[in-house]
C-alpha cells in the first residue's frame, strides 16, 4: 500500500486521472464507464493503493456527486414519452417495481434484516437505470414503443424506490413513524412535490424573462437544485428525492436542445457523478469477498434475484401486450441495470445505520454485474428490432438555417432560436450571413463584418451548435442573401423583424420582402421579444387561406418540432375548414406535445389579441403569391405586431 496523498492539488489530480483514465479503459474492453470508475475508485482508495484517504473533502464531493446524480437522472427523463405509453408503462412500471420489491423484502429477511430494512433493500433492487439506453438510441430505434414502455416504466420505479426512501429514512431518524406522522408525511409529500413540479417551472420561465444569460440560468438552475435537495431534508425527507423532482422540474422548464441543460449535464458528467462513482468504489472494501461468506453470498443472490424477477416482469408484460421476443429481452436487458438509484439508496441506508458494509458490498456486486449484462443485451437484441416506418417523413426544413444578421447583440433571441431549431433536427448547420453592402464601388462594413459574425459563438455559447459565418459583399442586401441561400444549399431563411412596415405598401419593408417573395426556400419572418428559455407557449394561428391543402402536414410538421424544441404547449387557433385536417393529423402522429384546438370565431387579430400574452410565440404561416398572402392574411401581421407583446413568427413557404 502506498502513502495517501495530502497535498490539495495532487489529490484532485489522481481524481481526474481516474475520472479521464478509467472510462476510457472501460470501453476498451467493452464495459460501461460507471464500472471502470467504480473499480478506479476501488483502486485508488484506502482498501487497496491507499493514494486517497476517506477525507471531508472527498465525502463532500461524493454527497454533492449523489445529488447531482438523481438530479441528472429526473433531468433526463422523458415524461411526454411516459404520458404517450402511460397505461403500458405503468403496467410493467408496478410489475417491475412490486415483484423484486417482494422478493428482494423476503430474502433481505431471511438474511437477519429487520423488516424496515428488509423493505428498503426490496426498494433499492425495484427501480433501475437506462445505463444500456444511449445504445438504443444509436441503433436508432427509440420511437419503438416497446422502448417508449420500459422509458416510461423507469419514471414509477424511481419515484417509488425515493418513496419508499422516504418513508423509511423518517422511520429510522425518528425512530418510529405513527399512522398520525405517516399521513403528516404523506401530505408534507405531496405538497412538496406539487410545489417543485408546478411551482418550479413557472419560477424558472418568470426568472429567464426578467434576467437572461447563460452563467445566470445557470446558476439558477444550480440554486434550485440544492433549494429543493435542503427543503426536502427540512420535512424529513432525503435530499436525493428532491434533487430528483428538481430534474423532473427543471426538465419541464428548459426547452429540450437548451444550451443550460447541455452544461448542467455536462458539468455533472464530467466531474461530479464520476466523484460519487469513485466515492463508492473507495468505500468498498474488496477483502471483505473473501474474509466473509456473507457478502459473496448476498451479492451472488441479489444479482440472480435482479435477473429472475425482472425477467418475470418483462415476460408477463410482454405477454399482455403482444410484444416479441427481441422485445422482451431488451425488455429485461434495460431494467435489470442497477445503477443510479440503487447505488443512491444502498449509500443512505448505510448512512441511517440500516445496513452494514456486507450488504453494501453485496449491492456494489450486483451493480457490477448487471451494468456488464445490461448493455450486451440491449446491443445484441436491439439490433433486431423492426421500426415501422414512420408515418409523415420529416423535412430537413432545419437542417442548414441561413440566419442574416447586421448586430448579433441585438438579435440574441434570434440566434438562440435558430440555434435550437438547427439542434432539433438532430445536428444542424446555422449559417450566420452578414452582407458588406457596396455603394458607388465602396464597400462599407468589410472590415467589421469578420468581427460581427464572430459575436455570434459568444452569445450562443454552445459547442454543439455547428457554425459556419457566411461573408458577402452586394449591392443590395436582398438579392445578396437570396444568392447566399442557393450557394450554402440552405434549407430555410430565418429573418428579424422590428414589426413595422418602413415602406407604404410592403409588408415588411424593403429587404424582407425582397427575401420574403424571391426566395425559392420557406422563411421565417420573426419578431422575438422575451428569451427563448421564458416562452410558455405556442399559439399557432391559421386563418381562412392561409394554407393550401397539400401544405397542411408539412407545416404542422415545423409547428410540432418548433413546439417540442421549445418544450412548451402547442394551442391552435384555426379556421373552421381546417379544424378537421389538423386534428385527424395530431391524433395520427402519436406526438408527445400537449396540444388543444379552436375554432376562428370573428375578426382573427382580435380573437388572438384576447388570447395572447408576453410568454406566447405566435406563429402564423401563409404560402403562394403576395395576393394571396394579402386575401388571406391581410394586415393581420402589422396588427398582432401593434396589439400585443408577444413574439410573432410569418412563415412563407
Given at each position: 500500500?502506498?502513502?495517501?496523498?495530502?497535498?490539495?492539488?495532487?489529490?484532485?489530480?489522481?481524481?481526474?486521472?481516474?475520472?479521464?483514465?478509467?472510462?476510457?479503459?472501460?470501453?476498451?474492453?467493452?464495459?460501461?464507464?460507471?464500472?471502470?470508475?467504480?473499480?478506479?475508485?476501488?483502486?485508488?482508495?484506502?482498501?487497496?493503493?491507499?493514494?486517497?484517504?476517506?477525507?471531508?473533502?472527498?465525502?463532500?464531493?461524493?454527497?454533492?456527486?449523489?445529488?447531482?446524480?438523481?438530479?441528472?437522472?429526473?433531468?433526463?427523463?422523458?415524461?411526454?414519452?411516459?404520458?404517450?405509453?402511460?397505461?403500458?408503462?405503468?403496467?410493467?412500471?408496478?410489475?417491475?417495481?412490486?415483484?423484486?420489491?417482494?422478493?428482494?423484502?423476503?430474502?433481505?429477511?431471511?438474511?437477519?434484516?429487520?423488516?424496515?430494512?428488509?423493505?428498503?433493500?426490496?426498494?433499492?433492487?425495484?427501480?433501475?437505470?437506462?445505463?444500456?439506453?444511449?445504445?438504443?438510441?444509436?441503433?436508432?430505434?427509440?420511437?419503438?414503443?416497446?422502448?417508449?414502455?420500459?422509458?416510461?416504466?423507469?419514471?414509477?420505479?424511481?419515484?417509488?424506490?425515493?418513496?419508499?426512501?422516504?418513508?423509511?429514512?423518517?422511520?429510522?431518524?425518528?425512530?418510529?413513524?405513527?399512522?398520525?406522522?405517516?399521513?403528516?408525511?404523506?401530505?408534507?409529500?405531496?405538497?412538496?412535490?406539487?410545489?417543485?413540479?408546478?411551482?418550479?417551472?413557472?419560477?424558472?420561465?418568470?426568472?429567464?424573462?426578467?434576467?437572461?444569460?447563460?452563467?445566470?440560468?445557470?446558476?439558477?438552475?444550480?440554486?434550485?437544485?440544492?433549494?429543493?435537495?435542503?427543503?426536502?431534508?427540512?420535512?424529513?425527507?432525503?435530499?436525493?428525492?428532491?434533487?430528483?423532482?428538481?430534474?423532473?422540474?427543471?426538465?419541464?422548464?428548459?426547452?429540450?436542445?437548451?444550451?443550460?441543460?447541455?452544461?448542467?449535464?455536462?458539468?455533472?458528467?464530467?466531474?461530479?457523478?464520476?466523484?460519487?462513482?469513485?466515492?463508492?468504489?473507495?468505500?468498498?472494501?474488496?477483502?471483505?469477498?473473501?474474509?466473509?461468506?456473507?457478502?459473496?453470498?448476498?451479492?451472488?443472490?441479489?444479482?440472480?434475484?435482479?435477473?429472475?424477477?425482472?425477467?418475470?416482469?418483462?415476460?408477463?408484460?410482454?405477454?399482455?401486450?403482444?410484444?416479441?421476443?427481441?422485445?422482451?429481452?431488451?425488455?429485461?436487458?434495460?431494467?435489470?441495470?442497477?445503477?443510479?438509484?440503487?447505488?443512491?439508496?444502498?449509500?443512505?441506508?448505510?448512512?441511517?445505520?440500516?445496513?452494514?458494509?456486507?450488504?453494501?458490498?453485496?449491492?456494489?456486486?450486483?451493480?457490477?454485474?448487471?451494468?456488464?449484462?445490461?448493455?450486451?443485451?440491449?446491443?445484441?437484441?436491439?439490433?433486431?428490432?423492426?421500426?415501422?416506418?414512420?408515418?409523415?417523413?420529416?423535412?430537413?426544413?432545419?437542417?442548414?438555417?441561413?440566419?442574416?444578421?447586421?448586430?448579433?447583440?441585438?438579435?440574441?433571441?434570434?440566434?438562440?432560436?435558430?440555434?435550437?431549431?438547427?439542434?432539433?433536427?438532430?445536428?444542424?448547420?446555422?449559417?450566420?450571413?452578414?452582407?458588406?453592402?457596396?455603394?458607388?464601388?465602396?464597400?462599407?462594413?468589410?472590415?467589421?463584418?469578420?468581427?460581427?459574425?464572430?459575436?455570434?459563438?459568444?452569445?450562443?455559447?454552445?459547442?454543439?451548435?455547428?457554425?459556419?459565418?457566411?461573408?458577402?459583399?452586394?449591392?443590395?442586401?436582398?438579392?445578396?442573401?437570396?444568392?447566399?441561400?442557393?450557394?450554402?444549399?440552405?434549407?430555410?431563411?430565418?429573418?428579424?423583424?422590428?414589426?413595422?412596415?418602413?415602406?407604404?405598401?410592403?409588408?415588411?419593408?424593403?429587404?424582407?420582402?425582397?427575401?420574403?417573395?424571391?426566395?425559392?426556400?420557406?422563411?421565417?419572418?420573426?419578431?422575438?421579444?422575451?428569451?427563448?428559455?421564458?416562452?410558455?407557449?405556442?399559439?399557432?394561428?391559421?386563418?381562412?387561406?392561409?394554407?393550401?391543402?397539400?401544405?397542411?402536414?408539412?407545416?404542422?410538421?415545423?409547428?410540432?418540432?418548433?413546439?417540442?424544441?421549445?418544450?412548451?404547449?402547442?394551442?391552435?387557433?384555426?379556421?373552421?375548414?381546417?379544424?378537421?385536417?389538423?386534428?385527424?393529423?395530431?391524433?395520427?402522429?402519436?406526438?408527445?406535445?400537449?396540444?388543444?384546438?379552436?375554432?376562428?370565431?370573428?375578426?382573427?387579430?382580435?380573437?388572438?389579441?384576447?388570447?395572447?400574452?408576453?410568454?406566447d410565440l405566435i406563429i402564423v404561416p401563409t404560402a403562394g403569391s403576395r395576393l394571396r398572402f394579402t386575401s388571406s392574411l391581410g394586415h393581420i401581421p402589422e396588427q398582432l405586431a401593434d396589439a400585443v407583446d408577444s413574439s410573432i413568427i410569418v412563415i412563407h413557404w
Amino acid at each position: 500500500m502506498l502513502n495517501a496523498l495530502n497535498e490539495p492539488v495532487a489529490i484532485f489530480l489522481t481524481i481526474m486521472s481516474v475520472i479521464l483514465i478509467a472510462p476510457l479503459l472501460s470501453k476498451r474492453v467493452h464495459l460501461p464507464g460507471i464500472v471502470g470508475l467504480i473499480l478506479g475508485g476501488l483502486l485508488v482508495g484506502p482498501h487497496m493503493l491507499g493514494i486517497l484517504n476517506m477525507t471531508p473533502t472527498i465525502e463532500l464531493l461524493g454527497t454533492v456527486g449523489l445529488v447531482y446524480l438523481m438530479f441528472s437522472a429526473g433531468l433526463e427523463i422523458n415524461l411526454k414519452q411516459f404520458v404517450r405509453v402511460r397505461n403500458k408503462a405503468m403496467s410493467f412500471g408496478v410489475l417491475t417495481f412490486l415483484i423484486p420489491q417482494v422478493v428482494t423484502t423476503l430474502i433481505g429477511h431471511a438474511f437477519g434484516l429487520n423488516w424496515m430494512s428488509s423493505i428498503l433493500l426490496g426498494a433499492t433492487f425495484a427501480s433501475h437505470t437506462l445505463i444500456a439506453y444511449p445504445i438504443l438510441s444509436r441503433l436508432g430505434v427509440v420511437r419503438n414503443e416497446a422502448i417508449a414502455v420500459v422509458v416510461g416504466a423507469t419514471v414509477f420505479t424511481d419515484v417509488a424506490a425515493l418513496l419508499v426512501l422516504a418513508v423509511i429514512a423518517n422511520m429510522a431518524t425518528t425512530g418510529s413513524l405513527t399512522p398520525l406522522a405517516l399521513i403528516k408525511l404523506v401530505i408534507f409529500t405531496i405538497i412538496y412535490a406539487g410545489v417543485i413540479l408546478q411551482g418550479l417551472p413557472r419560477l424558472g420561465k418568470l426568472f429567464f424573462h426578467r434576467f437572461n444569460g447563460r452563467d445566470i440560468e445557470f446558476q439558477f438552475v444550480l440554486v434550485a437544485l440544492f433549494v429543493a435537495a435542503v427543503t426536502a431534508e427540512v420535512i424529513g425527507m432525503h435530499a436525493i428525492v428532491g434533487a430528483f423532482l428538481a430534474g423532473l422540474a427543471i426538465n419541464a422548464t428548459l426547452p429540450e436542445h437548451s444550451a443550460v441543460k447541455g452544461q448542467v449535464l455536462f458539468l455533472g458528467n464530467s466531474f461530479f457523478i464520476p466523484m460519487f462513482m469513485i466515492y463508492v468504489g473507495m468505500i468498498i472494501n474488496p477483502a471483505a469477498f473473501i474474509e466473509t461468506q456473507r457478502t459473496l453470498s448476498i451479492g451472488l443472490t441479489m444479482t440472480t434475484t435482479v435477473y429472475v424477477t425482472k425477467f418475470v416482469a418483462a415476460w408477463i408484460t410482454s405477454r399482455i401486450y403482444n410484444f416479441g421476443r427481441n422485445e422482451l429481452l431488451v425488455f429485461w436487458g434495460l431494467s435489470q441495470a442497477q445503477a443510479a438509484a440503487t447505488i443512491a439508496t444502498i449509500l443512505v441506508g448505510v448512512e441511517l445505520k440500516l445496513f452494514d458494509m456486507t450488504i453494501f458490498n453485496g449491492a456494489i456486486l450486483s451493480v457490477l454485474f448487471t451494468s456488464i449484462t445490461s448493455p450486451i443485451l440491449v446491443e445484441r437484441f436491439g439490433r433486431q428490432i423492426k421500426m415501422p416506418p414512420p408515418a409523415i417523413e420529416q423535412k430537413p426544413v432545419f437542417d442548414r438555417i441561413l440566419i442574416p444578421l447586421a448586430n448579433p447583440e441585438t438579435q440574441e433571441y434570434l440566434i438562440t432560436l435558430a440555434s435550437l431549431l438547427c439542434n432539433s433536427y438532430g445536428g444542424g448547420t446555422l449559417l450566420p450571413l452578414n452582407v458588406a453592402q457596396e455603394v458607388n464601388g465602396e464597400v462599407r462594413g468589410l472590415a467589421e463584418q469578420k468581427q460581427l459574425l464572430g459575436r455570434v459563438t459568444d452569445i450562443l455559447e454552445d459547442p454543439d451548435t455547428r457554425i459556419e459565418p457566411i461573408y458577402r459583399i452586394g449591392r443590395s442586401i436582398g438579392s445578396a442573401i437570396l444568392r447566399a441561400s442557393i450557394e450554402t444549399d440552405s434549407s430555410l431563411i430565418v429573418m428579424g423583424w422590428q414589426g413595422e412596415t418602413s415602406i407604404q405598401g410592403r409588408i415588411f419593408g424593403t429587404v424582407l420582402d425582397h427575401v420574403f417573395w424571391g426566395a425559392k426556400i420557406p422563411v421565417f419572418v420573426a419578431r422575438i421579444k422575451t428569451p427563448i428559455n421564458s416562452m410558455k407557449r405556442i399559439l399557432f394561428v391559421t386563418p381562412n387561406g392561409s394554407l393550401q391543402s397539400y401544405q397542411i402536414d408539412e407545416t404542422l410538421m415545423v409547428i410540432l418540432n418548433i413546439t417540442q424544441a421549445l418544450n412548451v404547449p402547442l394551442y391552435i387557433l384555426t379556421a373552421m375548414i381546417y379544424e378537421g385536417v389538423i386534428r385527424e393529423f395530431l391524433q395520427t402522429s402519436e406526438t408527445e406535445v400537449s396540444f388543444s384546438i379552436s375554432t376562428v370565431s370573428g375578426i382573427v387579430s382580435e380573437q388572438v389579441q384576447s388570447l395572447a400574452t408576453v410568454s406566447d410565440l405566435i406563429i402564423v404561416p401563409t404560402a403562394g403569391s403576395r395576393l394571396r398572402f394579402t386575401s388571406s392574411l391581410g394586415h393581420i401581421p402589422e396588427q398582432l405586431a401593434d396589439a400585443v407583446d408577444s413574439s410573432i413568427i410569418v412563415i412563407h413557404w
